[in-house]
């Protein structure tokens, strides 16, 4: 069964600090990845997807992410974090053979004016 | 994108009473899916629901306590049933769109007293 590892629980940055969310999965075949951002009170949103192709994909608000196959990871990074990013971030994977989709345990972003 | 309305969003229930989710699809969709969010936890699956067949149970999870409706395309149902305070959560409805993007509704939060 596949499983997703989110290693920093609680993150908090300054403002126009960088970031870098770690997310590792464990699945042998081909997977598809997803980060999904909680803002408080709000409903999960996609943030950027990955299927195939290049493995460095952009995705909204200034979001992009990098998967490396050799290393089962699709990291979540932004040059330059505002106050509004503040928010929980999850990690998702799925594959051809199990379409729903297996969560991180999320990162909680505290971005501090 | 699919627009998914969930009812109710929030509800207070007392404990031994059970309590129907509606999720309503503005769109046909082949894969629905139900999910919990226990407070300050990731997302847990609870079951794909079929169209026209019996809804799949991830371990742990069983009809008798979770049933699940799905009569077409566009409409799933939610039973939380014999309710006790460890089933306050957020459940919610997400769905695929048919490109490999699952899409989640807003959520509805229950409370069991």
């Known amino acids: 069964a596949q499983s997703v590892s989110q290693h920093n629980h609680h993150v908090i940055l300054s403002e126009a600090a960088s970031l870098e969310l770690g997310c590792n999965y464990s699945?042998?075949?081909?997977?598809?990845l997803f980060w999904y951002v909680q803002y408080p009170g709000q409903h999960l949103q996609l943030l950027l997807k990955?299927?195939?192709?290049?493995?460095l994909v952009k995705g909204i608000k200034g979001f992009e992410a990098e998967f490396i196959k050799s290393k089962f990871s699709f990291n979540l990074r932004k040059p330059s974090v505002q106050w509004s990013d503040t928010a929980e971030y999850f990690c998702?994977?799925?594959?051809?053979?199990?379409?729903?989709?297996?969560f991180g345990s999320g990162t909680r972003l505290q971005v501090q004016p | 994108s699919a627009v998914i309305s969930q009812k109710p969003s929030r509800d207070i229930c007392q404990r031994g009473t059970s309590l129907t989710i509606q999720c309503q699809v503005d769109?046909?969709?082949?894969?629905m899916f139900w999910y919990r969010q226990q407070p300050g936890q990731s997302l847990t699956l609870i079951a794909t629901?079929?169209?026209?067949?019996?809804?799949?149970?991830e371990s742990g999870f069983v009809i008798d306590k979770f049933p699940i409706s799905r009569p077409n395309l566009t409409f799933s149902t939610l039973t939380v049933s014999n309710m006790s305070p460890e089933d306050s959560s957020i459940y919610l409805c997400?769905?695929?769109?048919?490109?490999?993007?699952?899409?989640f509704g807003e959520g509805s939060w229950l409370t069991v007293v």
């Open positions: 769109s046909q969709v082949t894969m």
């Open positions: 998702a994977v799925n594959h051809a053979g199990r379409r729903a989709l297996t």
């Open positions: 990955y299927f195939s192709g290049d493995p």
């Open positions: 629901a079929n169209q026209g067949s019996e809804a799949t149970y």
């Open positions: 997400s769905v695929e769109d048919g490109e490999n993007t699952i899409y």
């Open positions: 699945y042998g075949g081909t997977v598809n």
